[in-house]
């Protein structure tokens, strides 16, 4: 079956200030199904709507705002379990977790695509009691409180990734916390920062609630991608993805040796099953025999 690509077929409508704020008062008191925002605003289509939600929770830091607490809670489990000493923050956002990894961190290596955000994270820096320090390069912004330290950089997880590997700075823990997928980037990553410890938020759930095939064939790549992954059930789903972290991290280099082998330590469901999204752990290793790491992850 061949695939059929999305495209819109409506001309765009504006939004109105006053239809704007009303959305973003659904948002804020978590009634964000597309079921009643449909009958609450029924000249909008549904991808219409799902991408003016999306711009709203980017601009109001509403991402995750119903199970932040849940989130916090589990970094802190995960810090205090393993003490890392540095962390890459690859997706910081406002930095709700880039500083409760400075509960047992001495340094925060942040970075965030949208330059939006920037006025988020000093927000968030000056209620944790951090102060800007004007004297870095016009990239890195550093923030300092005590002996304690977060390097935040305005652009690509990538980019900072690079700058982390030209300047010999070493990590102890990746920390990969996006709505999105990191799969395709995580050997890259990994290469580049070489950590000891990985946790990793998985939003490729959102692409199997909204039934994108296309998504979900590129990101599986231990699957064939000339098959459809559906039918597809959540907890399938979740074995599904921890395969492909470990294939991911497994085909990093073209040697097993310089590749990494992860180990799952701890999970946690944010929100709902139905709307929310899964967080990881994991410890990094070396790989044990090729034939060994593919066997396993050959089983069904």
Not at 65 to 91: C, G, M, N, W
Not at 136 to 155: E, M, R, T
Not at 249 to 261: G, I, K
Request: with cysteine.
């Amino acid at each position: 079956m061949s695939l059929k690509r999305r495209k819109a077929n409506n001309p765009p409508t504006p939004w109105t200030a006053e239809d704007e704020e009303l959305l973003l008062t659904f948002l804020r008191d978590d009634n964000s199904e597309i079921s009643f925002l449909r009958q609450k605003f029924p000249n909008r289509t549904t991808a219409g709507l799902r991408t003016k939600i999306r711009k709203l929770r980017i601009k109001h830091d509403l991402f995750g705002s119903s199970y932040r607490e849940e989130k916090e809670q589990f970094t802190l489990d995960i810090a205090r379990k393993v003490k890392p000493k540095s962390v890459f923050d690859a997706y910081a956002g406002a930095g709700h977790q880039t500083f409760k990894w400075l509960s047992f961190a001495d340094i925060v290596y942040a970075s965030e695509k949208m330059p939006s955000k920037l006025t988020q994270f000093e927000k968030t820096a000056m209620i944790n009691g951090f102060q800007l320090d004007d004297s870095k390069d016009s990239y890195w912004k550093s923030f300092v409180k005590g002996d304690k330290q977060v390097c935040f950089f305005i652009g690509d997880a990538l980019d900072a990734a690079v700058e982390l590997k030209a300047n010999g700075l070493k990590i102890d823990l990746l920390d990969l916390d996006t709505c999105g997928s990191t799969l395709p980037l995580l050997p890259t990553l990994l290469l580049l920062t070489k950590p000891n410890h990985l946790v990793i938020t998985h939003g490729e759930y959102h692409s199997m609630r909204f039934k994108r095939e296309d998504v979900l064939r590129r990101l599986l790549t231990h699957k064939d991608i000339s098959q459809t992954p559906f039918p597809l059930e959540i907890d399938d789903l979740g074995k599904e993805l921890d395969k492909a972290v470990k294939l991911s991290a497994l085909r990093a280099h073209n040697e097993t040796a310089d590749s990494f082998w992860l180990e799952l330590g701890s999970e946690k469901w944010l929100g709902t099953k139905r709307h929310g999204m899964l967080r990881r752990y994991y410890s990094i290793g070396k790989p044990p025999a090729t034939a060994d790491c593919i066997n396993e992850l050959s089983q069904v």
